[in-house]
């Protein structure tokens, strides 16, 4: 099958590529790489299968050839990054999602949009299902983000009920592994890039705030079963072992085998205090759930940047 994917040098987005090629299936891969590397795609450029074109999915694009799977990754997707890039992170979900739903809705294509947990924003009602409507600050400094992603599923459903495009919509809850970026302001990155420097893990606020954290091979499997399903509305795909980001640090030090301090910083405006998916749906219509654990998934992490570093 012909694959058209945007975001293709981010994290998640060139993981995706990497098993599509495996799978057998032709990848034209798209990215404007502000925050995407053509790195995350070096072993990639040498198959004949896959190309890449750096392209802002924002901006009109024609393209040769039809494809039988869209799949739209493009976004700004850590604090640090949107917060910078606003305007374009809300661009990146309403018109990227409309030009990529385009594409679709012309070939007559699947498609896949990756949304988030962010949906649920400053959550009431723990673990978060689907159906909760969530509670996000629609003018707070997150909101550039959050509203993205919301406006995205709004129109993949618009898609699907007016042109009958089939859609999916996979909510992703806070994924780690190899190619994340060390700066990008997430927990993980954050905490292994201290870690490695032998610097204080800084935590913001108190920590006693929970996150679930999902490794990289297993949301993709998720993202690849889901596109393959009939399910139109949105589905959880995230790690429901939840853990405070203080247990999250303590799990760090023992992994690096060193006393690390820790550091306390006031918390950001309006982020989450609990975060931990029900994936009851994913488990009963995809077979899905998560396999790597969180040491595992660390271990492999660390030996990546690690190998980053003496590259």
């Given at each position: 099958?012909?694959?058209?994917?945007?975001?293709a040098?981010?994290?998640?987005?060139?993981?995706?590529?990497?098993?599509?090629?495996a799978?057998?299936?032709?990848?034209?891969?798209?990215?404007?790489?502000?925050?995407?590397?053509?790195?995350?795609?070096?072993?990639l450029?040498?198959?004949?299968?896959?190309?890449?074109?750096?392209?802002?999915?924002?901006?009109?694009?024609?393209?040769?050839?039809?494809?039988?799977?869209?799949?739209?990754?493009?976004?700004?997707?850590?604090?640090?990054?949107?917060?910078?890039?606003?305007?374009?992170?809300?661009?990146?979900?309403?018109?990227?999602?409309?030009?990529?739903?385009?594409?679709?809705?012309?070939?007559?294509?699947?498609?896949?949009?990756?949304?988030?947990?962010?949906?649920?924003?400053?959550?009431?009602?723990?673990?978060?299902?689907?159906?909760?409507?969530?509670?996000?600050?629609?003018?707070?400094?997150?909101s550039?983000y959050?509203?993205?992603?919301?406006?995205?599923?709004?129109?993949?459903?618009?898609?699907?009920?007016?042109?009958g495009?089939?859609?999916?919509?996979?909510?992703?809850?806070?994924?780690?592994?190899?190619?994340?970026?060390?700066?990008?302001?997430?927990?993980?990155?954050?905490?292994?890039?201290?870690?490695?420097?032998?610097?204080?893990?800084?935590?913001?606020g108190?920590?006693?705030?929970?996150?679930?954290?999902?490794?990289?091979?297993?949301?993709?499997?998720?993202?690849?079963?889901?596109?393959?399903?009939?399910?139109?509305?949105?589905v959880n795909?995230?790690?429901?072992?939840?853990?405070?980001?203080?247990?999250?640090?303590?799990?760090?030090?023992?992994?690096?085998?060193?006393?690390?301090?820790?550091?306390?910083?006031?918390?950001?405006?309006?982020?989450?205090?609990?975060r931990?998916?029900?994936?009851?749906?994913?488990?009963?219509?995809?077979?899905?759930?998560?396999?790597?654990?969180?040491?595992?998934?660390?271990?492999?992490?660390?030996?990546?940047?690690?190998?980053?570093?003496?590259?």
């Amino acid at each position: 099958m012909e694959h058209l994917v945007s975001g293709a040098a981010g994290f998640i987005g060139s993981h995706l590529c990497e098993r599509l090629l495996a799978d057998g299936h032709s990848v034209l891969g798209l990215d404007n790489l502000i925050t995407g590397s053509q790195r995350n795609l070096a072993h990639l450029v040498s198959q004949s299968r896959f190309r890449f074109i750096e392209h802002d999915v924002t901006q009109p694009l024609k393209l040769d050839g039809r494809f039988d799977h869209v799949w739209h990754l493009a976004s700004l997707a850590s604090p640090k990054e949107y917060l910078a890039h606003p305007i374009e992170t809300l661009e990146s979900g309403s018109t990227g999602t409309r030009n990529m739903l385009e594409i679709a809705r012309r070939d007559e294509a699947r498609f896949l949009v990756t949304s988030t947990s962010e949906c649920y924003g400053d959550p009431l009602q723990h673990p978060q299902v689907e159906t909760y409507w969530g509670n996000v600050n629609p003018v707070g400094i997150r909101s550039c983000y959050d509203e993205s992603k919301r406006y995205a599923e709004a129109m993949t459903m618009a898609y699907h009920r007016y042109h009958g495009v089939r859609t999916n919509i996979a909510r992703i809850f806070n994924t780690y592994g190899p190619r994340m970026a060390l700066k990008d302001g997430r927990v993980v990155p954050a905490f292994l890039d201290q870690a490695l420097q032998g610097q204080p893990l800084t935590i913001f606020g108190d920590g006693t705030q929970t996150r679930s954290f999902c490794y990289v091979s297993d949301m993709v499997d998720g993202l690849v079963r889901l596109a393959s399903s009939d399910e139109r509305y949105p589905v959880n795909l995230g790690n429901p072992v939840e853990l405070t980001i203080l247990e999250f640090a303590e799990r760090i030090r023992e992994l690096m085998g060193a006393e690390l301090p820790i550091v306390f910083e006031p918390l950001p405006q309006d982020d989450p205090q609990k975060r931990r998916p029900d994936i009851t749906k994913a488990k009963r219509l995809l077979g899905w759930e998560p396999k790597v654990n969180l040491e595992d998934g660390l271990r492999e992490t660390v030996e990546y940047f690690k190998a980053l570093a003496t590259a």
